[in-house]
């Protein structure tokens, strides 16, 4: 539907502190940048807003940074550092995926017990 490097790349040519809202008929999509590209879920044009809320402006970017991304900031990480822990724990997730469809298909026991001690150490940490 578009290309998430472009759109960050947007956010760096630009330096500022700016919501793009993605259009694709009736739907919208919030996504802004910080650190990585956080993207928000696809709703009804007429549904979708975002509250301004923060005692300044750096607060008030923070917290438009935690609706768009629906993130929830564990006890005693930064915001930055809650992204980037999700970020990773997106990233394991698709390679257990991965993993999970080559063990399907592979037919060699001894590749499919590399495969599964793989997905499970994955899956542990």
């Not at 607060?59 to 564990?74: C, E, R, T, Y």
Request: net charge neutral; hydrophobic share 40%; aromatic share 6%.
């Amino acid at each position: 539907l578009y290309d998430k490097e472009l759109i960050a790349s947007l956010f760096e040519f630009i330096p500022q502190n700016m919501v793009i809202v993605l259009e694709c008929g009736p739907r919208c999509r919030p996504v802004v940048f910080q650190e990585v590209l956080v993207e928000g879920q696809w709703s009804l044009r007429d549904d979708f807003s975002l509250k301004i809320e923060g005692i300044n402006l750096d607060h008030v970017w923070q917290n438009m940074i935690v609706q768009v991304g629906n993130i929830i900031i564990d006890e005693g990480n930064t915001l930055q550092s809650q992204i980037l822990i999700d970020e990773e724990g997106k990233k394991r997730k698709a390679e257990i995926a991965k993993l999970e469809r080559k063990l399907a298909l592979e037919k060699q026991p001894r590749k499919k017990k590399e495969l599964f001690d793989r997905i499970r150490m994955l899956k542990q940490s």
